[in-house]
């Protein structure tokens, strides 16, 4: 393949990486894409020129994060939680809503062979941001960012949900278990572990809905432009167990979230 087609691809492979999506899967794609052969995936890599994992990260940099000075915290021992009311306005919401009206799916879960399978354990519905104007994805982005203050390139694109009356997400953690060891290598190689996650409520539930986090005793009920915000992980980079959540299924009314997860490393 001529070397200018093979650098239009990788400035499409960039910009799909950077949105989190594991190595396996990209590679996979882009392969069966545009049948590439083994050689020619190698030098896309090197067009891409991708950033190595570091040897070590500083994990106090994201608990000290400048958004804990910003949102109000919801006090629980050795676990990072915030909120933050009115983070997207009405109008942003309605639009959102709008928007993931008209592009759902079923959403999926990963396995160990980095597969997306539907399953009981997650009943809701995605919406994939690439169908929702731009300008109001990148305002969101922005706010986020500046909330933050954290490294745009550590962020993973941003995933919409949507919950009908009986649909939900059963318990689970947003980081990625060093335990199962094949899920983890696969999951972390690009961009590294799961830290912050920020989740936005896009309106009110009338029954029902809640985000559940067991091990604390914790029901937070949804209601337009809320955003909740926690730490995946200790100060020493270790995951917190006790961030387990699930989404509870709205009894009456619709449930909408948006919500955003950031890494550890950069690949640019």
């Known amino acids: 393949m001529h070397i200018d ?10 910009r799909s990486a950077l949105c989190g999506v594991t190595k396996e899967q ?3 794609a882009f392969k069966e894409m545009y049948d590439l052969s083994d050689n020619e995936i190698k030098a896309l890599l090197i067009l891409c020129n991708f950033k190595s994992a570091p040897d070590s990260i500083d994990y106090e940099y994201f608990y000290n994060n400048p958004l804990i000075n910003k949102a109000e915290r919801i006090d629980y021992p050795f676990t990072q939680i915030y909120f933050y009311k009115n983070f997207l306005s009405y109008q942003e919401c309605e639009e959102l809503i709008k928007c993931i009206n008209q592009s759902t799916r079923k959403s999926t879960l990963a396995n160990d062979k980095d597969e997306a399978v539907t399953s009981d354990y997650r009943t809701s519905e995605t919406a994939d941001l690439h169908y929702f104007p731009t300008e109001l994805i990148l305002d969101i982005d ?7 203050e954290l490294d745009p390139f550590i962020g993973e694109a941003m995933q919409a ?3 009908t009356p009986g649909q939900y997400y059963k318990e689970h953690w947003d980081f990625f278990p060093p335990k199962e060891k094949k899920q983890y290598k696969v999951y972390c190689e690009w961009m590294g572990q799961r830290t912050w996650t920020t989740m936005m409520y896009l309106n009110d ?6 985000t559940y986090f067991k091990h604390l005793n914790l029901k937070i009920k949804p209601e337009p432009g809320l955003l909740l915000a926690w730490n995946n992980l200790y100060r020493d980079g270790k995951p917190n167990y006790k961030t387990m959540h699930e989404a509870l299924p709205p009894i009456k009314g619709d449930k909408y979230v948006i919500t955003k997860w950031w890494r550890s490393w950069a690949l640019i």
Request: aromatic letters at 4%; glycine letters at 6%.
């Open 5 to 14: 087609k093979l650098t239009e691809i990788a400035k499409h492979l960039t």
């Open 26 to 28: 990209l590679l996979r």
């Open 142 to 148: 922005d706010k986020l960012e500046s909330l933050t």
């Open 161 to 163: 949900q949507k919950y």
């Open 205 to 210: 539930v009338e029954e029902g809905g809640e």
